[in-house]
């Protein structure tokens, strides 16, 4: 079955685009309808005499690629075949091979090529950790997109070592250009072969020229046996020149262990060499004051404080000074007010009667002094009037501090009026606290005394004369 554009593959790849063709497939760009992506899609060509060998190897590619995941690493999505066709279908690298770049640009600075290299190292160190040989690394089947990402390519001639033995023995496989010297003897392919490999590839980009030439194929398999490996420029940096050596011996014991030191020994380099081609740090070159770091402040432990701690620090602290604002100074437009003249009301002056306070106890019936004693406690005047009619005679204790009291008063303001005289008594019966009396002076009323919590009303036992001269009945 020939293969054309256009053609669907399992009723879901269609070919699009042929992108290569070799002595025993070819390579398709293709489009996956399902999943509505693009894919590579590998197959034998239809044009060549079958044979099963070459179907064993596909199927062989298509196992060893299909348990391999690493981002360097071009992913292998389904395999079929049809017809005594087979088909790999695989993901599509939209990017240019390292050959491609080597052709095109000669000799890599060390500092882009590192990169490719360490990349490539650890996809093949994963390959190598499943037990696949590549036993085809070459600048050919390394893809390096624009960004700088690779991934390796073409498991094709890969050998597995939990696999059935393909090739006859004494067969030899690879590229002639970068195979390692135990291969082109005719032995086992190893994990080293593959470093050994890479470091063909390593040599190339840094002298733009492969390490051995001949007329034919097996003229540059012998010379991977037999000659010594050309030196490098002395121009690069001598670890990367000493390692990519190492890489080049002839025998496989003298290589590094495994892929995974080529890798962390070339990004090793790779960073010291950055380092050396950073500029130097602004500081130095120019005159610019650093940057000052805001340190933060120390630690302090919490300290928990009580409720009444917590208070009087408060009352101990300053409060904080309210920022002062500055007011524009606006003048205030001047209201002219009218000049209008209060009137002068003018006082009636009263003359307020004198009252003469005498120190002596003014004489009281001894029964009317009896019966108030009996009825109600003495309670303070509190008008002028009843001011002169003090009665001393309810308590001997209460007169003595009142004639103490009343005699200072009269000393230290001898010429009192009445109303003074009042004042003075109502803001000494405000000094007392437990008892606010309302005292009535009416001839016909009984006395009142209220307290604050309740109210007390006492009668009074006076004798009214009848009009015969005799004593009433008490009221």
């Not at 040989?133 to 390796?152: C, F, L, W, Y």
């Not at 602290?317 to 003249?341: F, H, L, M, T, Y």
């Not at 009252?355 to 009281?364: D, G, K, L, T």
Request: aromatic share 6%; net charge negative.
């Amino acid at each position: 079955m020939k293969l054309v554009e256009g053609q669907l593959i399992n009723r879901r790849y269609r070919l699009d685009q042929r992108l290569a063709q070799g002595g025993m497939g070819e390579v398709w760009k293709g489009y996956d309808i399902e999943l509505q992506r693009p894919v590579a899609i590998k197959a034998l060509r239809a044009d060549v005499s079958a044979d099963a060998s070459q179907l064993r190897r596909l199927r062989a590619e298509a196992h060893n690629s299909a348990n391999l995941a690493h981002p360097n690493i071009a992913a292998l999505f389904d395999y079929y075949e049809h017809d005594g066709i087979g088909f790999l279908i695989m993901e599509f690298v939209d990017s240019q091979s390292l050959a491609d770049v080597y052709r095109a640009e000669g000799a890599i600075p060390p500092t882009r090529l590192l990169p490719i290299l360490i990349q490539t190292a650890r996809g093949l160190y994963v390959a190598h950790s499943h037990g696949v040989i590549h036993r085809d690394v070459k600048p050919a089947n390394i893809m390096v997109s624009s960004t700088g990402e690779v991934k390796i390519t073409d498991f094709g001639v890969s050998y597995s070592t939990n696999q059935a033995q393909i090739t006859q023995d004494g067969m030899v496989v690879g590229t002639a250009q970068y195979i390692s010297p135990e291969q082109a003897q005719g032995e086992q392919a190893t994990p080293q072969s593959d470093i050994y490999a890479l470091g063909v590839v390593a040599y190339e980009g840094l002298c733009g020229h492969r390490p051995f030439t001949g007329a034919t194929a097996v003229d540059i398999a012998a010379a991977h046996v037999n000659d010594p490996v050309p030196s490098l420029p002395e121009n690069l940096d001598w670890q990367l020149r000493e390692f990519v050596m190492t890489m080049l011996a002839k025998d496989p014991l003298d290589r590094p262990k495994d892929a995974l030191v080529v890798s962390s020994t070339l990004a090793k380099i790779e960073r010291r060499l950055l380092d050396q081609e950073a500029p130097e740090p602004i500081s130095q070159t120019l005159a610019v004051k650093p940057v000052r770091r805001i340190m933060s402040k120390p630690y302090k432990p919490l300290t928990l404080l009580s409720a009444r701690d917590w208070a009087q620090r408060q009352s101990s602290q300053p409060s904080a000074a309210q920022p002062v604002v500055a007011q524009p100074n606006i003048a205030e437009p001047a209201i002219a007010q009218p000049d209008i003249a209060q009137p002068v009301i003018a006082q009636p002056n009263i003359a307020q009667p004198a009252v003469a306070v005498s120190e002596q106890p003014i004489a009281h019936d001894e029964a009317s002094n009896q019966s108030d004693a009996e009825s109600a406690p003495y309670s303070k005047p509190n008008t002028p009037s009843d001011f002169g009619n003090l009665d001393k005679s309810n308590s001997n204790e209460s007169d003595n501090q009142d004639a103490a009291w009343l005699s200072n008063v009269v000393d230290d303001q001898p010429a009192l009026s009445a109303v003074d005289i009042a004042q003075t008594a109502a803001a000494y019966s405000a000094s007392i606290p437990s008892v606010t009396p309302i005292f009535d002076v009416s001839d016909d009323a009984p006395s009142a005394i209220s307290g604050h919590h309740e109210e007390l009303h006492i009668e009074e036992n006076v004798q009214s004369p009848n009009s015969d001269g005799t004593e009433g009945a008490a009221r």
